[in-house]
């Protein structure tokens, strides 16, 4: 039986008790609206815990003025079924004033990681990301936390926040869900028209482009970059940035090596996709 809790308070204990009884905790945070992405990390986080929690959070601290926050998906009755559905022990479902009661003033904030490729165009989101993420760490308590390497550079900060402030979480970055036909599964999908949806498909052409030069020995930055840019440049309305860069420090690299992060942001009408492929580690996309 899937429990919901609503509030923080009720949230602690639940974990404390689960743990209590001997179970390891499995963390899986999203903002709902649950497709085959976040399905993937449930069934990691059964992997290597069990008891495992959901928390559907819709965090008005990661949007700017004039994002999507008013018209993002909001699907709880279905939401709550596929957790049921897939024997998700725990879901915590908070109100925002609940999670920012007034008098709210603490950021949790990094100060590397979070500047380059979404940082650049969305300055704000990840102190959103890092404040709740860090209430949600502390209210679960020690757990295995598992995240989407579809958002590659907050998977790669949230690792960084836990080993930072010595969290006792296990951070885990699960590999990018995709349609059949190549794009990566995402609540934003949804806002796109039929024509939008056959024009997404230039992100995951040119990294796929870029993957198969790699696999001939292709090792040049620039060019790799060049390969997926101009795919996603034809087809999309803006380009907010596409970066090869070094999937570690996700600063520049120097010359070739051989691992490198190709991540792409772009934007068809008033929708913004983002995607990601690690060249030298993960699958043809
Ligand atoms: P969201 O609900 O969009 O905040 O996403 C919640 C979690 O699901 C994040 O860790 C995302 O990275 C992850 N996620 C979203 N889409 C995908 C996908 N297509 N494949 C794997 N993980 C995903």
């Not at 308590?141 to 969290?167: E, H, N, T």
């Not at 060019?223 to 596409?242: I, Q, W």
Request: aromatic letters at 6%; charged letters at 25%; glycine letters at 8%.
């Amino acid at each position: 039986m899937t429990h919901v809790i609503r509030e923080p308070a009720d949230f602690r204990p639940a974990c404390d008790k689960a743990r209590a009884a001997g179970h390891r905790v499995g963390l899986v945070p999203t903002m709902g609206a649950l497709h085959a992405g976040h399905l993937s990390l449930i069934e990691e986080a059964k992997r290597r815990a069990d008891f495992v929690v959901v928390t559907i959070f819709v965090n008005p601290l990661q949007f700017a003025e004039g994002e999507d926050l008013d018209r993002y998906p909001r699907t709880m009755q279905s939401d709550l079924a596929r957790c049921r559905q897939l024997g998700v022990d725990l879901v915590f479902a908070p109100d925002p004033e609940a999670m920012y009661p007034a008098g709210f003033e603490t950021l949790v904030s990094l100060k590397e990681t979070t500047r380059p490729l979404e940082g650049v165009f969305r300055p704000t989101h990840f102190d959103g990301v890092t404040t709740v993420v860090t209430k949600l760490f502390n209210l679960t308590g020690p757990c295995v936390a598992v995240f989407g390497r579809k958002d590659y550079q907050q998977w790669k900060i949230l690792s960084r926040l836990a080993r930072d402030l010595d969290m006792p979480i296990n951070v885990v970055g699960s590999p990018i869900i995709r349609e059949d036909d190549g794009i990566a599964l995402s609540s934003r999908n949804r806002y796109l028209s039929p024509a939008e949806r056959q024009r997404a498909l230039a992100i995951v052409t040119g990294l796929r482009a870029a993957f198969d030069a790699w696999e001939t020995g292709e090792r040049n930055p620039g060019v790799l970059r060049e390969t997926v840019a101009a795919s996603v440049n034809e087809r999309f309305d803006r380009v907010d940035y596409v970066a090869a860069v070094d999937p570690d420090t996700l600063g520049p690299v120097d010359g070739p090596s051989d691992r490198l992060l190709l991540a792409v942001a772009a934007h068809l009408g008033t929708t913004r996709l983002i995607d990601n492929v690690v060249l030298g580690e993960d699958p043809r996309p």
